[in-house]
């Protein structure tokens, strides 16, 4: 028994492209991306950092609501976004919001999001994607159904979902890549291992030594990768988009990553449950380390043009909290109004008696 057990979990070696050092460890998956998109890429992971550095201190200022950090996840959340296309569908989960703003939900927006308002979840018209799930899992059946319907359609696209490593003990997850895998649907399933579900480490979560072979059960493909590398990251992608649009069926990628911050801007504190030397580690992986490294090797990547970067991102984000902070207050019937296409008679009548309230 323990022969089978162990022959499953040799199958989910980590896969590495671009090591610490900003070296090419992996020729022949290095991807095939011209130097305006690696910059490009660059860019966003650079913005995103800011983003979340911003994020916090308005946090911290009482200007924004509800944040998950994100800093330590940029290649796993933007290098696996870079190999989608606006077509396909997102569903992302609370720590996701980059990938949104990278599918187009303007920052604005984002920000209102944050602050519990109704209009941080209206994704525009031409933005593929949910609002970011809350429920942990939820957005893996979800995802099931979106990927189904893409594939009646007969469209070339997929729905692309993320969860956390705690996600993967959740019921939803087992039935969501369980439903695809069934039915053949373009779906990719992300599991974002940032080696905590909160206070939780990942070996207390699951006797599993990899998140990856839980796709062995539903008979779906499943990768292990350097979610610290954005060329493991972007590659894996790029093949489980591939195979899903030809047809071949859903696929699952683990990324290892971490999570530097804490859990969320709530109150956590992550010095009780894990050690400064475990983040002292993960950081030596850090994403934008060794991309930027590699860049400055190719010679196309200068401290000048980051630092243009760094404060474009602050630009914005101070111009999109301005836009956030002057949007029109939620009212009570904006809640009731956006809940649902047609109201059912009980919603009716507190619509209308709040209707009556907010006109005086
Ligand atoms: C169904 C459900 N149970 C519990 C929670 C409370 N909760 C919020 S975040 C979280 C941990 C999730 O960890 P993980 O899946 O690893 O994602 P991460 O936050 O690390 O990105 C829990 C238990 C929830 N939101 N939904
Ligand atoms: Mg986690």
């Given at each position: 028994m323990k022969d089978v057990l162990e022959n499953i979990e040799d199958q989910f070696e980590m896969f590495q492209v671009l090591d610490e050092n900003g070296e090419i460890v992996n020729e022949d998956w290095k991807p095939d991306?011209?130097?305006?998109?690696?910059?490009?890429?660059?860019?966003?992971?650079?913005?995103?950092?800011?983003?979340?550095?911003?994020?916090?201190?308005?946090?911290?200022?009482?200007?924004?609501?509800?944040?998950?950090?994100?800093?330590?996840?940029?290649?796993?959340?933007?290098?696996s976004h870079f190999a989608l296309t606006k077509e396909d569908y997102l569903l992302p989960a609370y720590r996701d919001v980059p990938q949104l703003i990278w599918q187009g939900l303007p920052l604005y927006q984002a920000f209102l999001f944050s602050k519990g308002h109704y209009a941080g979840n209206q994704m525009p018209e031409d933005v593929h994607a949910l609002?970011?799930?809350?429920?942990?899992?939820?957005?893996?059946?979800?995802?099931?159904?979106?990927?189904?319907?893409?594939?009646?359609?007969?469209?070339?696209?997929?729905?692309?979902t993320y969860t956390g490593d705690g996600g993967t003990s959740q019921g939803d997850f087992y039935?969501?890549?369980?439903?695809?895998?069934?039915?053949?649907?373009?779906?990719?399933?992300?599991?974002?291992?940032?080696?905590?579900?909160?206070?939780?480490?990942?070996?207390?979560?699951?006797?599993?030594?990899?998140l990856a072979q839980k796709g062995v059960a539903a008979g779906i493909a499943s990768?292990?990768?350097?979610?610290?590398?954005?060329?493991?990251?972007?590659?894996?992608?790029?093949k489980a988009r591939e195979r899903a649009v030809n047809g071949e069926g859903p696929t699952l990628i683990e990324t290892e990553t971490y999570r530097y911050g804490p859990h969320t801007m709530a109150g956590d504190d992550p010095t009780r449950y894990r050690t400064e030397?475990?983040?002292?580690?993960?950081?030596?992986?850090?994403?934008?380390?060794?991309?930027?490294?590699?860049?400055?090797?190719?010679?196309?990547?200068?401290?000048?043009?980051?630092?243009?970067?760094?404060?474009?991102?602050?630009?914005?984000?101070?111009?999109?909290?301005?836009?956030?902070?002057?949007?029109?207050?939620?009212?009570?019937?904006?809640?009731?109004?956006?809940?649902?296409?047609?109201?059912?008679h009980n919603l009716q009548e507190q619509m209308e008696e709040y209707k009556e309230k907010e006109s005086k």
């Open positions: 991306l011209s130097d305006d998109d690696l910059k490009e890429l660059m860019r966003r992971m650079t913005y995103t950092r800011v983003l979340d550095q911003r994020s916090i201190a308005l946090n911290r200022q009482g200007r924004l609501g509800f944040y998950a950090p994100t800093a330590g996840q940029e290649a796993s959340q933007l290098a609002s970011p799930q809350i429920i942990i899992g939820a957005q893996y059946t979800q995802t099931a159904g979106v990927a189904l319907g893409l594939k009646k359609r007969g469209k070339q696209a997929v729905a692309v039935e969501g890549i369980n439903f695809a895998g069934a039915y053949s649907a373009p779906a990719i399933f992300f599991v974002q291992n940032n080696q905590f579900a909160i206070s939780v480490p990942v070996n207390m979560q699951t006797n599993a030594k990899t990768f292990r990768v350097d979610g610290m590398d954005v060329f493991a990251v972007y590659a894996a992608t790029k030397d475990m983040t002292n580690e993960w950081e030596k992986k850090d994403p934008l380390i060794r991309f930027r490294k590699y860049l400055n090797d190719k010679g196309i990547w200068s401290e000048d043009e980051e630092n243009q970067v760094i404060e474009n991102a602050k630009a914005d984000i101070k111009k999109a909290i301005k836009e956030a902070d002057n949007y029109p207050k939620q009212k009570v019937t904006d809640l009731i109004g956006n809940m649902f296409e047609e109201l059912p």
